[in-house]
């Protein structure tokens, strides 16, 4: 055998190792990328289930304590509330705004409830409740006195045009 077969014969495994070794490669990235996608299927289920499981905290003090339910019957009809009652309403708004924020920033990452709408989807469902909790008496109050203490200024500012949208029309 002469050294010009030797090298063709060598070229001819070296293609196939290169040929093999991009096949196995492929082979990987697919799985890989498969793995990724089950993770972020995985990691959007989590966070839907996180967020609905924080409004059904939210709002389950409505229905296991009915001296709660009749504070929040009374401030949506317009009441004016005692100081106790105005509190324990004040920590039901903020307790639903903060879920609402979370809700938001989902939207706006693209992440949980994102894969069923917008932003925009979002503000026009969950908008109007916002709107009406923090028209009533108690709620403006924990609106001007506490909110930005506990929304972030980028929730804070989307709610604030809300409301300036909700005055105009």
Request: charged share 15%; proline share 2%.
């Amino acid at each position: 055998m002469n050294w010009e077969a030797i090298g063709a014969a060598g070229e001819i495994l070296g293609a196939t190792a290169v040929v093999a070794t991009l096949f196995y490669l492929s082979i990987q990235m697919k799985q890989n990328s498969s793995s990724l996608n089950r993770a972020n299927d995985y990691a959007q289920a989590r966070s839907i289930h996180e967020t609905n499981s924080l409004y059904v905290e939210v709002i389950s003090s409505l229905v296991r304590d009915s001296e709660m339910a009749s504070i929040y019957h009374r401030a949506l009809a317009g009441e004016t509330l005692g100081g106790a009652e105005s509190v324990r309403f004040s920590a039901f708004v903020n307790s639903y705004l903060v879920w609402a924020e979370d809700l938001y920033f989902q939207q706006e990452t693209e992440l949980g409830f994102a894969a069923v709408g917008d932003t925009a989807l979002f503000l026009q469902t969950v908008g109007p409740y916002i709107i009406r909790l923090l028209r009533t008496e108690s709620g403006g109050c924990w609106w001007r006195q506490q909110a930005r203490h506990h929304l972030s200024p980028p929730f804070y500012g989307v709610v604030s045009a809300l409301l300036s949208d909700g005055e105009k029309s």
